[in-house]
């Protein structure tokens, strides 16, 4: 398989893709693939993994670290870059087997041509340091200066962040000492470079208002080339109290096997993860790479961490933690790698208390989890999402306070990390008094019509945002139901299983009163049916809106970057939809649903459907299968896969940026080839396979952890059978 991203260009329109398409990181910080001469305009960004700030009434968004890879290259006063007249060869490169980006660019001039290589990579081992490399070389004698170093002039949307920086030479290191906003944090950026003994040149440091740097005047001939070698340090106070002191420590402890520590560990990553589709190259190549965008998001380094809506690919979303994870993405390491899957589940256990929190500032009992959750909890969402591009005034917008379906995400997320793993010490570890607490939230938002013996659910967001404030989404009505039921089941479970640690969990919480409250109610939730159609009404009053199609509802705009969905967006009263929501709730509980109910609803809905959503495709994707129509579900899963490695997504939501990487879109891609075209259930004493794969994929191989034990598993189609081989490997 080719592992290779190739860029060949560098223009202006397309840097923002390029950036997240080239993207390299840890799960600690996420280095946007940006070239070395560029400036913030370019979007040049290194984001770190929950740190927040606010600036104003701006958004409180994440840090973006000073950039160390700055680097400027003169040819006497003529500054050479990738956009320079004279290039005639320019290439970044994406080794995503490893997370390397390596950069080659050639110029022709009238002094001889000039090559420069670059290599950086983020280490996945150590995730406080980067790896920077330099190459210049010439195939004639001349004289060349660059300077290079950390530049401090950072890309933020709402900043800026820093109120001030400290830029000193330290212990043979480049450094800067960046003060937050918030007077709190700090972030520290070494750099540490070793010139090659032969080169020629001569030094000088330059300190200016946002950089500090090596200046290099440097001596080329055919045989001579200037190598330079960095290892950098970003170090926080969320990391350790002295974050500069702490930041020289790590750059000088690199050592000349960094590199290969840092193959050997991506070689085990993708030893849990790789997938091998024969037949479909395509398929095969935008796979793994939708799985090296979620490796690199992975916070290994922490045991309670989650991945932002967008990852580590910049500032957008605020950096915040959506129902992504645990709905899109958490399958994805559960079935891979569960020790990261513990991990997210982590956070949310141990962010309850902001959930507690909200749910309380609302009215309501329980666990109402942030929409866009930040450290502790803490909603990120504004009650202004969206700006009217005719006034430019934001918009009131609902999303914070009435997509109450995000509680029942960390429900599933908990529900089925236990029934995949069998580890019940999440559930004694807080799990199951916060799967109570999503419960007890949901009770609390029952209403009794007073002539109707059921409680309703009125007033909320379902997974479709153009259509706000309604009845009876199924999906919300259904998903609090299965977190009520869910929550009886597992105390059950903990009170047969650990009946000692349960005593103990329900002294402090009072868990037997709350059970009692939930079994009183579990049943008498109003779960709308299928109609004499087999249809599902998305909400109460949803078919009789104006039926029409996206693409008509396309021409009623009067800008390109209108907002659809609200008060008076040209979706709100039509049957068109941003994403598939009663599609979601038939994949989530495709238990309770026939195939052909699900295969009624995907054909209403589809079409309707405008996928203003990244997460929308996967669903659409996994439903197909569900009905045995893998051609139906191979362009969807196709999107899913492709949605970084092609580009194009959706960039703006009225004024308001939202490029980025997806990986919510990446995980659904999973989840669509793995649940989808090899159909992996669960079972009591081994996962289920059913296989349907697309018919010109020859085999489909892929590797799962199953309590314990990785499996590879190899399914070979031949007109339409399959043989199934399944290998334990180590």
């Known amino acids: 398989m080719n592992w290779e991203i190739i860029v060949n260009s560098d223009y202006k329109d397309t840097v923002a893709e390029t950036g997240n398409k080239l993207l390299i990181g840890n799960g600690y910080l996420g280095v946007r693939g940006t070239l070395d001469e560029h400036e913030k305009e370019e979007l040049v960004a290194i984001t770190l993994a929950g740190i927040y700030d606010k600036v104003g009434n701006g958004w409180r968004e ?25 290039v005639i060869f320019h290439e970044q490169n994406l080794q995503f087997r490893y997370g390397i980006l390596i950069r080659e660019t050639v110029w022709k001039t009238e002094k001889g041509n000039i090559t420069l290589k670059t290599e950086r990579y983020a280490d996945i081992n150590a995730v406080n340091k980067l790896h920077y490399r330099i190459s210049l070389s010439s195939d004639q004698v001349m004289h060349l200066r660059l300077s290079t170093g950390i530049n401090s002039d950072v890309w933020d949307i709402h900043g800026p962040h820093y109120k001030g920086v400290r830029l000193i030479e330290k212990d043979s290191c480049l450094a800067c000492e960046a003060l937050v906003q918030n007077d709190i944090d700090r972030v520290a950026v070494v750099r540490e ?34 190598e330079l070698t960095s290892e950098i340090a970003i170090v926080t106070t969320k990391d350790h109290s002295d974050a500069l002191n702490k930041a020289i420590q790590v750059c000088q402890s690199s050592s000349s096997s960094d590199k290969t520590n840092h193959l050997s560990k991506w070689d085990k990553i993708w030893n849990t993860c790789e997938v091998e589709i024969g037949g479909d190259e395509m398929a095969e190549m935008g796979m793994n790479y939708s799985l090296y965008q979620l490796n690199i998001a992975a916070p290994r380094h922490s045991k309670s961490l989650s991945i932002p809506a967008r990852a580590l690919s910049g500032q957008v979303y605020k950096g915040a933690i959506f129902w992504d994870t645990e709905m899109f993405m958490l399958d994805y390491f559960l079935w891979t790698q569960p020790e990261i899957a513990k991990t997210l589940i982590g956070y949310r256990i141990d962010t309850l208390s902001g959930a507690l929190e909200k749910a309380s500032q609302y009215g309501y009992e329980g666990a109402f989890y942030a929409w866009e959750s930040q450290e502790g909890g803490f909603d990120a969402c504004s009650d202004y999402n969206v700006t009217d591009v005719f006034t430019n005034r934001p918009v009131r917008t609902y999303f914070k306070d ?58 909320v967001i379902g997974p479709d945002e153009y259509h706000e404030r309604v009845n009876n989404n199924a999906y919300t009505n259904y998903m609090a139901h299965y977190t009520i039921k869910c929550a009886i089941e597992q105390a059950k479970a903990v009170m047969t299983l650990y009946p000692e640690a349960y005593l103990a969990i329900d002294k402090v919480n009072d868990i037997s009163e709350k059970l009692k409250k939930l079994e009183a109610v579990v049943d008498k939730i109003y779960l709308p049916k299928p109609n004499e159609f087999g249809l599902l009404e998305q909400f109460d009053g949803y078919f009789t809106l104006e039926d029409i199609t996206p693409d008509i509802a396309k021409s009623r705009l009067k800008h390109p970057k209108e907002y659809w969905g609200g008060g008076n967006g040209v979706a709100s009263d039509t049957q068109v939809i941003k994403q598939a929501d009663v599609l979601t709730l038939m994949e989530v509980r495709s238990d309770i649903f026939s195939p052909d109910v699900i295969e009624k609803n995907w054909h209403y809905y589809e079409p309707r459907t405008e996928h203003g959503s990244s997460l929308s495709a996967c669903m659409y994707a996994l439903t197909a299968c569900r009905f045995n129509r893998p051609d139906l579900s191979y362009p969807f899963f196709l999107k899913s896969a492709l949605s970084d490695l092609k580009g194009g997504g959706k960039q703006w ?32 004493n081994e996962p289920l396979l059913s296989p349907n794969l ?27 059978s399959y043989h199934i081989l399944r290998e334990e490997i180590k």
């Open 193 to 226: 470079d070793t010139i090659a003994e032969s080169s020629i040149y001569e030094k000088r440091l330059v300190t200016d208002e946002s950089k500090i740097f090596n200046c290099y005047e440097i001596e080329l001939n055919p045989h001579q080339s200037f």
């Open 653 to 684: 939501a009225g004024l308001v940026y939202i490029g980025g990487t997806h990986p919510a879109a990446s995980g659904g891609a999973w989840k669509s080839l793995i649940q989808g075209f090899a159909g992996l259930e669960l079972s009591e």
């Open 694 to 720: 697309p018919e010109h994929w020859q085999y489909l191989v892929f590797r799962i952890n199953y309590k314990g034990k990785l499996i590879k598993i190899r399914i070979n189609s031949v007109k339409g």
């Open 62 to 86: 994440p840090l973006n670290a000073p950039n160390p890879f700055w680097s400027k290259i003169h040819l006497d006063d003529q500054l050479l870059t990738a956009r320079s007249e004279n």
């Open 402 to 459: 009435k997509q109450m379906h995000i509680s029942s995400a960390i429900a599933r997320g908990i529900d089925y990390y236990v029934q995949v793993t069998d580890d019940f010490s999440v559930l004694l570890e807080g799990g199951l008094i916060t799967v109570i607490e999503c419960a007890m939230f949901y009770r609390s938002l029952l209403l009794k019509p007073l002539l109707k013996d059921h409680f309703v659910i009125n007033d």
